[in-house]
Nanobody
Framework: QVQLVESGGGLVQPGGSLGLSCAAS????????MGWYRQAPGKQRELVAT???????NYADSVKGRFTISRDNAKNTVYLQMNNLKPEDTAVYYC?????????????????WGQGTRVTVSS
């Protein structure tokens, strides 16, 4: 199993910045793509940004130019730097990792999710 622990959410004023981090631990053989998703009240969960092991990134149009995703492969950690935050960025942010585990006899690849961290942008 793989556990994802997020940190860094909170309350920030419009135009402010916040940084999120997510550390993966457990019986990890390798981690493929990692990413951040968010879910606002009354809305479906949506992709924010993803990053490959080689550093290739993909962003939702709504956050391009304001958010930056990065990762430290040695630490199995992914980060999200959020600048120029807007009220519409208010949501619970979830970390995701597509990881392979080894049980001793076989490899398995699954998607894993963190517990979520709340980001509120309000004056």
């Amino acid at each position: 199993q793989v556990q994802l622990v997020e940190s860094g959410g909170g309350l920030v004023q419009p135009g402010g910045s916040l940084g999120l981090s997510c550390a993966a631990s457990g019986s990890i053989f390798s981690i493929n793509a990692m990413g951040w998703y968010r879910q606002a009240p009354g809305k479906q969960r949506e992709l924010v940004a993803t990053i490959t092991p080689g550093g290739g990134t993909n962003y939702a149009d709504s956050v391009k130019g304001r958010f930056t995703i990065s990762r430290d492969n040695a630490k199995n950690t992914v980060y999200l730097q959020m600048n120029n935050l807007k009220p519409e960025d208010t949501a619970v942010y979830y970390c995701n990792a597509n990881a392979s585990t080894y049980s001793g006899t076989s490899y398995k690849r699954n998607d894993y999710w963190g517990q979520g961290t709340r980001v509120t942008v309000s004056s």
